[in-house]
């Protein structure tokens, strides 16, 4: 049997929060995956431009960042060590988005002045999400 520390306050409301967050990270995934014609229809002609030339990994690779990031979240509220990992791959599949919106894209919406706000909270979260894990860990609080 092993020992274990209690975590901190702050850690559980880290974990309740990153669940949140990334349960909010499902709901987009699943309103782009599953976008009808008619709220096509009504975004702006560039923002529908862009969504329709997305290539079929960048979905992927959504769904495993928010749907990563989600299980990783609960690991953590069950204080298992494997959230490290999972947060991790989730970290390198928000970091793919990152760069085709950022290098791949000429005048990708995400870094509109209306999207930058979410393109620079995404990938920090997901890095302090990596961080907290790893700390959470070095300090046995999760194991």
């Given amino acids: ?20 967050w990334n349960a909010l990270g499902i709901m987009a995934y699943l309103m782009r995956a599953y976008m009808t014609d008619e709220a096509m229809a009504a975004l702006p002609q560039e ?18 960042a928010v749907f990563g990031g989600t299980l990783g979240s609960l690991l953590l509220l069950l204080r298992k060590a494997l959230a490290y990992w999972v947060f991790v791959v989730s970290l390198v599949c928000v970091v793919a988005q990152w760069s085709y919106d950022m290098f791949m ?26 961080f907290i894990s790893r700390t959470a860990k070095a300090k046995g609080w999760i194991g």
């Fill in 1 to 20: 049997m092993s020992t274990s520390t209690k975590p901190p306050v702050w850690f559980w409301i880290v974990a309740v929060v990153a669940l949140l």
């Fill in 47 to 64: 923002q529908q431009v862009y969504l329709q030339n997305q290539p079929a990994w960048y979905m992927g690779v959504f769904a495993l």
């Fill in 105 to 130: 894209v000429e005048n990708s919406p995400a870094f509109e002045s209306s999207g930058m706000a979410m393109a620079i909270m995404i990938p920090l979260f997901s890095v302090a999400l990596v």
